[in-house]
């Protein structure tokens, strides 16, 4: 068996799932199920309205037209009293999305979704090893997608991976495969090998913000494997070589991260404590989520504040790692939110939201001194007080 065989095979028995099949992204994965679930022109998809872009173009590159449902703003996912309104005759699928880590409230959209008989499908790009209820989010839907880019719970450089328990579905996603996945050049693998050996070597809390700049300013320059192409925001026009499977590198790289997945987990929840408690004791909100149902791993700790722009700014030059995700509705700020069908106002919550998270590290190089240099910085702060 090959590299991306291994890990499509470990990655499916870490979920305990018959079908894992990884691609060239997360956007891909996803495309995947959508093609293979029979989305076409004139059906509808739900998602919410707090989202990356490239979680929409799939959508659109098939035809079928996004619809948005706001958050709930606690947990930052869809919420489900306002689903059922969204729902129409045209609708065939829900995209359960599970932010920061937080799990969707899957027993209200799952009973949804059966009453008015319509696909679940996850997306656990955000999330991985969370559960609702005891059940791992990833396992609810009908399908689910993973996305291994920088900012993820494990990181392969790009990648990502769909899984599905439903054989039949799975048999489909493989005839597609067989039949349309293209392969990454060998220049997209020598670079994208490059930019691990960097992240590996160079790419800590403190240098991050310096890194990121750099990243895109090369991205735009055409000389590192960017996240996503200035051709991706033109819904209109899927890059013939949009459908790319994963690369040997990815897959090599993947194995190693799935493999020290429980020590990322443990490290996840423990400074995500570490930030509950510090930001406790300096009397700022801390995360709000049912603690009876969700057991979240987060990927990033989401905190509002009200001057998100200056924090962005001082965090820069102060050396810490804050992220900005998601800046608008459909992240990044760039998008034009009008093209993916999105209006202002469709979504309050989540436009009050963009304006105000933003998110403090978690990943395995933030270290409890880490947090606490972060916790220091960001109370300098006013928080957003619900
Ligand atoms: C919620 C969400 N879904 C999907 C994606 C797409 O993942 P990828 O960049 O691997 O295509 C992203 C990307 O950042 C995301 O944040």
Not at 85 to 109: E, F, R
Not at 256 to 280: F, G, P, T
Not at 302 to 310: G, Q, S, W
Not at 357 to 369: E, S
Request: aromatic letters at 10%; proline letters at 5%; charged letters at 20%.
């Amino acid at each position: 068996m090959n590299n991306v065989a291994i890990f499509e095979t470990h990655f499916a028995n870490w979920f305990k799932t018959s079908n894992a099949f990884a691609f060239w992204k997360g956007r891909v994965a996803m495309y995947a199920i959508l093609k293979a679930l029979g989305i076409k022109g004139g059906d509808e998809i739900i998602l919410p309205g707090y989202t990356c872009v490239m979680d929409v173009n799939p959508i659109k590159y098939l035809g079928a037209k996004p619809v948005y449902v706001d958050i709930e703003p606690s947990t930052f996912n869809i919420n489900p009293a306002l689903l059922e309104s969204k729902i129409t005759p045209k609708t065939k699928i829900i995209v359960a999305q599970h932010t920061y880590g937080y799990p969707c409230d899957m027993d209200a959209v799952m009973a949804i979704a059966a009453k008015r008989g319509i696909v679940v499908i996850e997306d656990c790009c955000l999330s991985f090893g969370s559960r609702y209820k005891g059940k791992t989010v990833g396992t609810f839907g009908k399908a689910a997608y993973f996305s291994f880019q920088w900012n993820k719970p494990f990181t392969t450089g790009l990648g990502g991976m769909a899984i599905t328990n439903d054989d039949v579905l799975g048999e489909r996603i493989e005839q597609i495969c067989k039949s349309q996945l293209v392969q990454s050049s060998i220049k997209e693998k020598l670079m994208l090998a490059a930019q691990l050996a960097v992240y590996r070597m160079f790419i800590y809390p403190r240098t991050t913000a310096l890194a990121q700049n750099i990243f895109r300013y090369l991205t735009k320059k055409g000389a590192v494997v960017g996240s996503s192409s200035a051709a991706e925001y033109n819904p209109q026009q899927m890059a013939a070589d949009f459908f790319k499977g994963m690369s040997s590198i990815q897959a090599r790289s993947g194995l190693w991260q799935l493999a020290k997945v429980e020590s990322n987990i443990a490290h996840r929840r423990q400074m995500a404590e570490v930030y509950d408690k510090l930001l406790a004791e300096k009397g700022w909100p801390t995360r709000k989520y049912d603690k009876s149902v969700m057991d979240p791993v987060m990927v990033r700790y989401p905190v509002r504040i009200k001057e998100k722009a200056k924090a962005l700014e001082d965090a820069a030059t102060a050396g810490i790692e804050l992220g900005s995700w998601f800046e608008c509705p459909l992240h990044p700020i760039e998008t034009p939110l009008e093209v993916y069908d999105y209006r202002i106002g469709m979504c309050p919550e989540a436009e009050k939201a963009s304006q105000e998270v933003v998110n403090l590290p978690l990943h395995p190089r933030a270290t409890k001194k880490t947090v606490r240099r972060t916790v220091e910085f960001i109370t300098g702060f006013t928080p957003v007080i619900d």
